[in-house]
């Protein structure tokens, strides 16, 4: 089985987010840092060179891999701030309507800025995501 290639470094999130070259992701994901500081009750660990996460989950597959991942997480790319870990809580498809501009894939959210969302309803998807990962998701 191969080993997992996004694990936790010890390269301090805040470091990371200081030279993100876009002011506005920049701002966004310090903005991001401290939301889901505060939300989930845990540091920042940066997962690989550019996802900043917070807890962890360990999984397991059918197929057998199994391995650890950031409970929830974010990650400020060129084209767009990239959420982990939010869209398949339970409240995601009654949240996800009133978040504002956005678009999803099979684990992700994609936002081009917070100025696009509704931040009290990204707070509530963090909440829902953060509990649902480290419950539900979470295979000890």
């Known amino acids: 089985m191969a080993e997992n290639k996004t694990k936790p470094t010890d390269v301090p999130a805040a ?8 002011p506005q992701r920049r701002a966004d994901g310090f903005e991001l840092l401290e939301m889901m500081t505060r939300i989930s009750g845990q540091e920042a660990v940066m997962w690989g060179p ?30 767009n701030l990239v959420l982990y870990g939010l869209t398949d809580g339970p409240d995601a498809d009654r949240l996800l309507p009133e978040l504002g501009k956005h678009r999803t894939s099979a684990a992700c959210l994609y936002i081009n800025k917070l100025d696009d969302v509704d931040r009290n309803v990204l707070e509530e998807l963090i909440r829902s995501g953060y509990r649902h990962v480290t419950t539900e998701l979470n295979s000890p």
């Open 15 to 22: 470091e990371f987010l200081a030279e993100v070259e876009h």
């Open 50 to 79: 550019t996802i900043v996460g917070f807890g962890t989950y360990h999984y397991k597959y059918e197929s057998g891999r199994e391995g650890d991942a950031a409970a929830v997480g974010f990650s400020p790319r060129k084209a």
